[in-house]
């Protein structure tokens, strides 16, 4: 089968992000259809889709590497952006930084402080029991998976038109399992995850990026390989510390629920 011949492009960066939105909700309602109805392995079906992503991606991709696109636009937030230090770091960057900005404490409200929360981190902690609640497990699941999938398929298209305003191969380069080893560092809250985010996984790449650009006589592979260093050692210190503490991961991770078993 041949590649997809000349590129189209809209000239929108919206438009991009709303694809990346789409086909990131599309692929996660497949894994929901296999995990949560089909009750297939989880961990097989996320690999087994991610590579499918990957596949997708190059193919209809391939006559767009190396093509410059139109990104986001940063813009400072009057007075707040003229702080000095702090400014830079938190008030001068695209719309799509400051929805990530609003949706941490949104997230984090919605589920310590809501009915809907209190539904998840149910059908998350004990599906049975929020079962004969007359909470519809499925649903929840589905949902939770769907949203998921939207936020991945933003933070993907975000790295085209938000950051390096190019696409090529393999772009993403494996950040979504640093995204999973975040989740397991921040024992799954969200506040302690976009800190963890910022500050250890977001520090270390900008750093790998900085060395690179003052050349200090290393290959630059090893600079690249700094961050998924650090996710290893993360994981290898938060899987230790899940382990000692009773706010690990979800009693019902990765576990298909039945009716009527135990």
Known sequence: MALPGRPIS???PWI????GICAGGLLSLVHALLTVTLRADQVISGIALTFLGIGLATFIGHPYVGL???GLTSWSIPLLGDIPVIGDILFQHDTVVYITFILIPLL???LQHTALGRRVRAVGEAAASADTMGINVARVRYLCIFFGGVMAGLAGAYLTVGQVNIWVDGIVAGRGFMAIAVAV?????PVRAAIGAFLL????????????????GLPFQFMMMIPYLTTV??????????????????????KPYVRGER
């Open 68 to 70: 410059g696109i139109d």
């Open 233 to 254: 050692i993360v994981l290898m210190f938060a899987s230790s510390r899940a382990a000692r503490s009773r706010l690990g991961a979800p009693s019902e991770l990765c």
């Open 16 to 19: 991009g992000i709303l694809l």
């Open 10 to 12: 809209s000239g929108n």
């Open 108 to 110: 984090w409200f919605i």
């Open 201 to 216: 996984f977001g520090a270390v790449d900008a750093l790998q990026m900085r060395l690179q650009g003052i050349g200090i």
């Open 185 to 189: 560092f921040a024992l799954w809250n």
